[in-house]
């Protein structure tokens, strides 16, 4: 059983394009970050949202966290092929560090 | 500031031979995690240590595997007779203060175990 399911898995869209991925469980979450991963490499920290409602922007990157603290989205505006790579999100529960999901896989073709 | 190290980077052993991978956290972190990853999966938690105490071993492998981190040095995760089936990438992260805290978990670049 996973505890967090992403959403889509697959991912390829046009330079320019807007996308949301989603993050969910039927867990309630002290914390939720978000990761990028690139082949070969490990997962690189993009942002940590705390606060149930919470919306945090990084540049072209749009993260919310759910009202109940069960999901959160990543929207990416005018994504461009830097923006490639898989997108990891993970759960702090009371009682396990870190819950991952499988992550979604984004291709960004120019 | 350097970032979490992992080393090596990659490592090839035997059937039977020992793993043993190296974690240094970031200056300053005292909390160590180590992750497994498998082709198309996610990070799977296996143990979490806090200078010279398992916290949460939960996700650990009962034989053959075991886990440290020593008052001065790397952690260290270490895997005995090694099998086909340990063959992954593993990854340790460290926070300066705990996640239940709201810490926040860097990750290193990860070791690629490949047993032949």
């Known amino acids: 059983t996973q505890l967090l399911e992403q959403s889509p898995q697959f991912l390829s869209i046009q330079e320019g394009e807007n996308l949301t991925v989603y993050c969910n469980s039927s867990s309630v979450f002290s914390s939720l970050q978000w990761y990028r991963q690139e082949p070969g490499e490990g997962p690189v920290l993009l942002v940590t949202v705390v606060t149930g409602g919470e919306v945090k922007k990084l540049k072209r990157l749009t993260f919310q966290f759910g009202d109940a603290r069960k999901d959160s989205s990543l929207h990416i505006t005018a994504a461009q092929p830097g923006d490639t790579g898989l997108y990891l999100c993970a759960g702090v529960l009371r009682s396990t560090p870190l819950v991952f999901g499988k992550g979604t896989r984004l291709s960004v073709i120019a | 500031n350097a970032g979490v190290m992992q080393n090596p980077r990659h490592l090839v052993r035997r059937r039977g031979q020992e793993a043993r991978l190296r974690c240094s956290p970031m200056?300053?972190?005292?909390?160590v995690y180590w992750y497994r990853q498998l082709p198309e999966e996610g990070l799977k938690f296996m143990v979490y240590l806090q200078k010279e105490n398992i916290i949460d071993e939960s996700g650990m492998p009962k034989e053959r595997f075991s886990a440290e981190f020593p008052k001065e040095g790397p952690s260290i995760l270490r895997i005995q007779q090694v099998v086909r089936g340990d063959s992954a990438a593993y990854f340790c992260?460290?926070?300066?203060?705990?996640?239940f805290g709201g810490g926040e978990a860097f990750f290193g670049q990860g070791t690629r175990l490949t047993v032949v």
């Open positions: 992260a460290s926070s300066p203060e705990s996640l």
């Open positions: 200056k300053g972190h005292s909390h």
